[in-house]
């Protein structure tokens, strides 16, 4: 079973924009913290961006921040991020995971275990 489900990757030119949505089918997110994390080939997993439970506080890695925004849509299950002004490296699969904290402590510390439901990913692609 594939409880979160990532959608809206795709190819798109430097200076292009996209919008990825993450949303759960089984169990609500009302009451979870939702991550985004991405892995390019040959890299380590990286965190994106976090938003809080009921629509708390938001948080984002320095390489995105001014270009990406994460909210989120309580009536339809789902979290979205905004991706704008494009750039090459950020080329890599976009998953998204809940965070058991409600409040993105697990994010913000990469700590796995709390990290518990993931995606099965969206491949994003920059380039000319």
């Known amino acids: 079973q594939v409880p979160l489900v990532e959608s809206g990757g795709g190819l798109v030119q430097p200076g292009g924009s996209l919008r990825l949505s993450c949303a759960a089918s089984g169990f609500t997110l009302d009451y979870l913290a939702i991550g985004w994390f991405r892995q390019a080939p040959g890299k380590e997993r990286e965190g994106v961006s976090c938003?809080?439970?009921?629509?708390?506080?938001?948080y984002y890695a320095d390489s995105v921040k001014g270009r990406f925004t994460i909210s989120r849509d309580n009536a339809k299950n789902t979290v979205y991020l905004q991706m704008n002004n494009l750039k090459p490296e950020d080329t890599a699969v976009y998953y998204c995971?809940?965070?058991?904290?409600?409040?993105?402590?697990?994010?913000?510390?990469?700590?796995?275990?709390?990290?518990?439901?993931w995606g099965q990913g969206t491949q994003v692609t920059v380039s000319s």
């Open positions: 995971a809940t965070d058991s904290s409600a409040t993105c402590i697990y994010y913000r510390k990469n700590y796995q275990p709390g990290l518990e439901r």
């Open positions: 938003v809080s439970f009921r629509d708390g506080p938001t």
